[in-house]
Nanobody, 124 residues
Framework: QVQLLESGGGLVQTGGSLRLSCPVS????????MGWFRQAPGREREFVAA????????HYADSVKDRFTISRDNAKNTVYLQMNSLKPEDTAVYYC?????????????????WGQGTQVTVSS
C-alpha cells in the first residue's frame, strides 16, 4: 500500500517561508511523478507544482512561480515544496500526490495516491 505523509505546514507571517516534505512508502519512489496541490476553504483543489520521475522537469502554477520550488530526493523517497515570500492567499491545506502513469502534471485526476494534507496559514 502506497502512503504519503505531508509535514512542515504551520502559521507564518506574510513574506515568510516554509518547507513542506512528503515521504512516500510502499512502492519504489522512482516509479512516481510527484505533485503538490492545495485547497483553500470554499474553493476547489488547485495545482501548485509538479516534478517528473527524475526531478529533471518541473511545472508551476503561475501564482507560485518564482516563489515556490519543488524538488525530490529519490534516495530519501521524499518530495519537497520550498515556499518563499508567502502571501495570505497561499493559505490552504497542501496535499502531495503521486502519479504512476503518463498524464498532464496539472490534472489532479491523473494522480493515483494522495496524502492527508498539511495546513499552511499565512497571516497578514
Amino acid at each position: 500500500q502506497v502512503q504519503l505523509l505531508e509535514s512542515g505546514g504551520g502559521l507564518v507571517q506574510t513574506g515568510g517561508s516554509l518547507r513542506l516534505s512528503c515521504p512516500v512508502s510502499g512502492r519504489a519512489f522512482s516509479m512516481f511523478a510527484m505533485g503538490w496541490f492545495r485547497q483553500a476553504p470554499g474553493r476547489e483543489r488547485e495545482f501548485v507544482a509538479a516534478t517528473g520521475w527524475s526531478g529533471g522537469t518541473t511545472h508551476y502554477a503561475d501564482s507560485v512561480k518564482d516563489r515556490f520550488t519543488i524538488s525530490r530526493d529519490n534516495a530519501k523517497n521524499t518530495v519537497y515544496l520550498q515556499m518563499n515570500s508567502l502571501k495570505p492567499e497561499d493559505t490552504a491545506v497542501y496535499y502531495c500526490a503521486a502519479r504512476g502513469r503518463v498524464g498532464h502534471p496539472e490534472h489532479s485526476d491523473k494522480y493515483d495516491y494522495w496524502g492527508q494534507g498539511t495546513q499552511v496559514t499565512v497571516s497578514s
